[in-house]
């Protein structure tokens, strides 16, 4: 049986202490409790190496929001799979719709950046969804196969294992509106049933799919008890300690 993941995505929110108080609260709340999933924190850049200190001990993971896909070089404002590694990361969010959007990247370049956190050991958290333009085209499950088959160009079967799939309707990002736990348990479906199409039953039956897109404490139990649910990457509930806790208790 899948173990759930949690993520949470602070996006670009939290300064440095902030960051520590958020990540108190959060340690604190789950101290006594005894989780049966795994829980990620995804802060910032300016916070992950005093994240990584303060999570120690602890049963949770540090993950950064984004990585770029070269070693190192004159490439001004980025940051690559070594450096995440050097301050304790070992995971990464790759393809996340904002950055699809806001920032252009392109199937091509996230998969480019998934190659390069696989070669150096970082887990991925792969974000693929549809806009709400597409859903009600009815052409999802076409925008999903793109982003799915383009993402994961020459990934072996071996290192699909070493990553998980988050699919995030864009149109449900920070908008209140989320799909209902049937729309998202079909895409989930679809999703799995493509990488068992291109890797194998095995795989497929293994890989861990995340829903995100508005999960909060008054809805991730539904979400989550879908058959091809396996946990949440989420965004503004987790950064209340309170209600990132409600999620994980869900799980």
């Given at each position: 049986?899948?173990?759930?993941?949690?993520?949470?995505?602070?996006k670009?929110?939290?300064?440095?202490?902030?960051?520590?108080?958020?990540?108190?609260?959060?340690?604190?709340?789950?101290?006594?409790?005894?989780?049966?999933?795994?829980?990620i924190?995804?802060?910032?850049?300016?916070?992950?190496?005093?994240?990584?200190?303060?999570?120690?001990?602890?049963?949770?993971?540090?993950?950064?929001q984004?990585v770029?896909?070269?070693?190192?070089?004159?490439?001004?404002?980025?940051?690559?799979?070594?450096?995440?590694?050097?301050?304790?990361?070992?995971?990464?969010?790759?393809?996340?719709?904002?950055?699809?959007?806001?920032?252009?990247?392109?199937?091509?370049?996230?998969?480019?950046?998934?190659?390069?956190?696989?070669?150096?050991?970082?887990?991925?958290?792969?974000?693929?969804?549809?806009?709400?333009?597409?859903?009600?085209?009815?052409?999802?499950?076409?925008?999903?196969?793109?982003?799915?088959?383009?993402?994961?160009?020459?990934?072996?079967?071996?290192?699909?294992?070493?990553?998980?799939?988050?699919?995030?309707?864009v149109?449900?990002?920070?908008?209140?509106?989320?799909?209902?736990?049937?729309?998202?348990?079909?895409?989930?479906?679809?999703?799995?049933?493509?990488?068992?199409?291109?890797?194998?039953?095995?795989?497929?039956?293994?890989?861990?799919?995340?829903?995100?897109?508005?999960?909060?404490?008054?809805?991730?139990?539904?979400?989550?008890?879908?058959?091809?649910?396996?946990?949440?990457?989420?965004?503004?509930?987790?950064?209340?300690?309170?209600?990132f806790?409600?999620?994980?208790?869900a799980?």
């Amino acid at each position: 049986m899948r173990k759930k993941v949690i993520a949470g995505n602070w996006k670009m929110n939290n300064d440095l202490s902030e960051s520590q108080n958020l990540i108190t609260r959060l340690t604190s709340g789950l101290a006594n409790l005894k989780i049966n999933c795994d829980v990620i924190i995804c802060p910032p850049y300016t916070s992950l190496s005093e994240a990584n200190t303060l999570i120690k001990n602890t049963a949770i993971k540090l993950g950064a929001q984004n990585v770029y896909y070269e070693d190192n070089g004159a490439y001004t404002g980025e940051i690559s799979p070594l450096m995440l590694k050097s301050v304790g990361c070992e995971y990464v969010i790759i393809g996340h719709s904002e950055r699809r959007t806001i920032f252009k990247e392109s199937n091509e370049m996230i998969n480019k950046k998934i190659k390069k956190s696989l070669e150096h050991g970082l887990k991925v958290i792969f974000c693929i969804g549809e806009t709400l333009e597409e859903r009600e085209k009815n052409i999802t499950n076409d925008v999903i196969r793109k982003q799915v088959m383009e993402g994961l160009q020459d990934i072996s079967e071996k290192d699909i294992s070493n990553m998980i799939i988050a699919y995030e309707p864009v149109w449900a990002i920070g908008t209140g509106r989320n799909a209902t736990p049937q729309q998202a348990q079909d895409v989930h479906l679809f999703i799995r049933k493509l990488i068992e199409d291109k890797y194998s039953m095995s795989s497929a039956d293994n890989l861990t799919i995340q829903y995100g897109g508005s999960v909060k404490p008054d809805n991730a139990k539904d979400l989550l008890s879908q058959p091809d649910i396996d946990g949440a990457l989420v965004g503004g509930a987790c950064l209340k300690a309170e209600s990132f806790i409600e999620i994980i208790k869900a799980a």
